[in-house]
């Protein structure tokens, strides 16, 4: 079975202070993994994913995650917070081979940025 | 291509009713996805679709729950007798069935039963 534990629901930080969002995983198949971001009354935005390949992912907005095998996390970050970064974000692990089948998602964190 | 395309954004309907929404994935994507999303949660799988065949259902999908995709294209999800419990956003997503692209949400219906 396939879970997602992001931790801290709620994480504030300072405009131009490191931006570290926490998520670990576990799966019973090779992970596909994800960090979407939502704002208020919108849908889903991708940032990044990391299917295969080099473990350190770069995404838009200037976020960029590593994946972990022997620590099942894909912690997300960005060096420097901008107010415009303020929005819930969600992990979120394939739970199965299928390449594109169904996500489990964790239960988001929410960043707000402070001047 | 305009992205993946939900109808109605948000609809207030009153318990018992009936509602339906829309879903128009990206015309290329042969799998159409819907989840559902709580407040104060990370989105729920519901069901999907290759082309117009369900595949798979969540157990969060009651019988009072139907999803269609005719024709491989649109799909509609209903829910009958609503209950104040289905007050959520409902998102849809599309993908191809393989390749590296991923996934495209639609901004989502919000639904409030009261």
């Known amino acids: 079975a396939q879970s997602v534990t992001q931790l801290g629901s709620h994480v504030s930080v300072s405009e131009g202070a490191l931006v570290l969002l926490r998520c670990n995983y576990s799966?019973?198949?090779?992970?596909?993994l994800f960090w979407y971001v939502q704002y208020p009354n919108q849908g889903l935005q991708l940032l990044l994913k990391?299917?295969?390949?080099?473990?350190l992912v770069k995404g838009i907005n200037g976020f960029e995650a590593e994946f972990k095998k022997s620590e099942t996390s894909f912690h997300l970050t960005k060096p420097s917070a901008h107010m415009s970064d303020a929005a819930e974000y969600f992990c979120?692990?394939?739970?199965?081979?299928?390449?594109?089948?169904?996500?489990?998602f964790g239960a988001g964190t929410q960043v707000v940025v402070t001047p | 291509d305009t992205g993946v395309s939900q109808n109605p954004r948000h609809k207030i309907t009153k318990r018992g009713q009936n509602v339906t929404f829309r879903c128009d994935p990206i015309?290329?994507?042969?799998?159409l996805y819907w989840y559902r999303q709580t407040l104060g949660q990370g989105p729920e799988f519901l069901t999907y679709?290759?082309?117009?065949?369900?595949?798979?259902k969540s157990r969060l999908l009651s019988d009072r729950f139907s999803a269609e995709r005719p024709k491989g294209s649109f799909s509609t999800l209903e829910i009958q007798r609503t209950e104040q419990g289905d007050s959520a956003m409902y998102l849809c997503?599309?993908?191809?069935?393989?390749?590296?692209?991923?996934?495209?949400f639609g901004s989502g219906t919000r639904l409030t039963v009261v």
């Open positions: 990391y299917t295969t390949g080099a473990t």
């Open positions: 799966s019973s198949v090779p992970p596909y």
């Open positions: 679709f290759q082309n117009e065949a369900q595949l798979e």
């Open positions: 979120a692990v394939r739970t199965t081979t299928d390449s594109w089948g169904k996500l489990q």
């Open positions: 997503a599309s993908s191809f069935s393989t390749g590296a692209l991923g996934y495209t």
């Open positions: 015309s290329e994507h042969n799998r």
